[in-house]
């Protein structure tokens, strides 16, 4: 799986709860920076010194003969190096940059204060066979650094439900879902894509309706259809790397209750695209657009493509390592970047 690919457990794809935009982007990147720590089914037993980690090593701190144990040291000071961190009341501390929590061009920072708030509030009810959890999404989070990053604290109850994979889980594009303009669309998203090997698929308006959180709102389901089916199908159509079409609504007497959607892939959308196309067409285009190089910097570029061909594969795969790291929001200054890059790369003076 790339890194611009993100697993989830799939009762958090069908979970019920009802977030901002804001709060899903929030969301999307606490579910990346928890990648490594994703328990599968073929790893449950297995050496617990990758995935497990988090879970085993909680119960040795809380006892104390181990707490001097050397191999949860190492544990802890590897999981620090990745932004996440453990208390000994058993909460996971996810860090994060605050620039990377908003969208391309946005400078809205208050909205993630917002979002923070509301995360803090949304209430969880978790069920066992032995119990029931009344949690929230995340317990506590803060600006440190002057405000550069956001830690946020998880709970040992509700961790997880981000982490558990073993039971069946969501697969999906982490820029096209961190990019989308509207809160119903990525929950959509995320649905289709668990399904994206069916060529059809059934959706029963109660049972999105439960999983939005809709409350009172668009009843009917010709409210239903207009303000949230179909500018979800509009917005994915144009960006996604999966998109439905309606095929026939699905009745219950005369009453529509659902509709049966056909499923329709492609390779690329426009929010993922590989940075380099086929064609030397492209190359001033993509290096202009995506990589904020100049016309003249472009223009050179393709020349010494034209020169040796043989470079554009090797340089295709520099832009696509840039491309996953302007993705992850760890680059300032895109162009200036891409300019260093090409240059110590290939000897090409810009």
Same mark, same amino acid.
């Given at each position: 799986?790339?890194? @611009?690919?993100?697993?989830?457990?799939? &009762?958090?794809?069908?979970?019920?709860?009802?977030?901002?935009?804001? $709060?899903?982007?929030?969301?999307? #990147?606490?579910?990346?920076?928890?990648?490594?720590?994703?328990?599968?089914?073929?790893?449950?037993?297995?050496?617990?010194?990758?995935?497990?980690?988090?879970? *085993? =090593?909680?119960?040795?701190?809380?006892?104390?003969?181990?707490?001097?144990?050397?191999?949860?040291?190492? /544990?802890?000071?590897?999981?620090?190096?990745?932004?996440? $961190?453990?208390?000994?009341?058993?909460? !996971?501390?996810? !860090?994060?940059?605050? #620039?990377?929590?908003?969208?391309?061009?946005?400078?809205?920072?208050?909205?993630?204060?917002?979002?923070?708030? +509301?995360?803090?509030?949304?209430?969880?009810?978790? =069920?066992?066979?032995?119990?029931?959890?009344?949690?929230?999404?995340?317990?506590? /989070?803060?600006?440190?650094?002057?405000?550069?990053?956001? &830690?946020?604290?998880?709970?040992?109850?509700?961790?997880?439900?981000?982490?558990?994979?073993?039971?069946?889980?969501?697969?999906? &594009?982490?820029?096209? $879902?961190?990019?989308?303009?509207?809160?119903?669309?990525?929950?959509?998203?995320?649905?289709?894509?668990?399904?994206?090997?069916?060529?059809?698929?059934?959706?029963?308006?109660?049972?999105?309706?439960?999983? *939005?959180?809709?409350?009172?709102?668009?009843?009917?389901?010709?409210?239903?259809?207009?303000?949230?089916?179909?500018?979800?199908?509009? +917005? @994915?159509?144009?960006? $996604?790397?999966?998109?439905?079409?309606?095929? +026939?609504?699905?009745?219950?007497?005369?009453?529509?209750?659902?509709?049966?959607?056909?499923?329709?892939?492609? !390779?690329? &959308?426009?929010?993922?695209?590989?940075?380099?196309?086929?064609?030397?067409?492209?190359?001033?285009?993509?290096?202009?657009?995506?990589?904020?190089?100049?016309?003249?910097?472009? =223009?050179?570029?393709?020349?010494?493509? #034209?020169?040796?061909?043989?470079?554009?594969?090797?340089?295709?795969? +520099?832009?696509?390592?840039?491309?996953?790291?302007?993705?992850?929001?760890?680059?300032?200054?895109?162009?200036?970047?891409?300019?260093?890059?090409?240059?110590?790369?290939?000897?090409?003076?810009?």
């Amino acid at each position: 799986m790339n890194k @611009l690919t993100l697993k989830q457990p799939y &009762s958090l794809t069908v979970g019920n709860y009802n977030v901002s935009l804001a $709060a899903h982007r929030i969301m999307i #990147r606490m579910i990346q920076k928890l990648q490594p720590y994703l328990i599968s089914k073929s790893e449950l037993g297995k050496d617990p010194s990758k995935n497990q980690r988090l879970i *085993l =090593k909680m119960r040795s701190l809380l006892d104390e003969e181990n707490q001097n144990d050397s191999t949860i040291k190492d /544990a802890l000071e590897e999981m620090n190096r990745m932004g996440l $961190a453990t208390d000994l009341l058993g909460d !996971k501390i996810v !860090k994060l940059e605050t #620039r990377s929590l908003l969208p391309k061009g946005s400078q809205n920072y208050s909205t993630i204060k917002d979002a923070l708030k +509301e995360l803090r509030k949304v209430n969880v009810t978790i =069920k066992t066979d032995k119990e029931v959890i009344f949690t929230g999404l995340i317990s506590e /989070a803060k600006y440190l650094n002057n405000n550069s990053i956001v &830690s946020i604290k998880i709970s040992g109850s509700i961790l997880p439900h981000y982490l558990m994979i073993a039971k069946g889980y969501t697969k999906y &594009s982490l820029p096209v $879902a961190f990019e989308l303009s509207s809160r119903y669309t990525i929950r959509l998203y995320m649905m289709l894509s668990h399904w994206q090997d069916q060529s059809n698929l059934n959706i029963m308006i109660d049972d999105l309706r439960g999983s *939005l959180q809709l409350g009172e709102k668009y009843k009917e389901s010709a409210h239903f259809k207009k303000f949230i089916i179909l500018p979800t199908q509009r +917005e @994915l159509k144009e960006k $996604a790397d999966i998109w439905f079409e309606i095929q +026939e609504p699905i009745k219950n007497s005369r009453k529509v209750t659902g509709w049966k959607l056909k499923i329709c892939k492609r !390779k690329n &959308s426009s929010l993922l695209s590989h940075p380099i196309e086929n064609t030397n067409k492209t190359i001033i285009k993509d290096l202009y657009d995506k990589f904020k190089l100049s016309i003249r910097q472009a =223009k050179k570029i393709e020349l010494e493509v #034209r020169k040796n061909p043989k470079i554009i594969k090797q340089l295709a795969k +520099e832009l696509y390592e840039i491309s996953l790291r302007i993705a992850n929001r760890e680059i300032k200054n895109v162009g200036g970047y891409t300019k260093k890059v090409i240059e110590q790369r290939f000897g090409i003076e810009l």
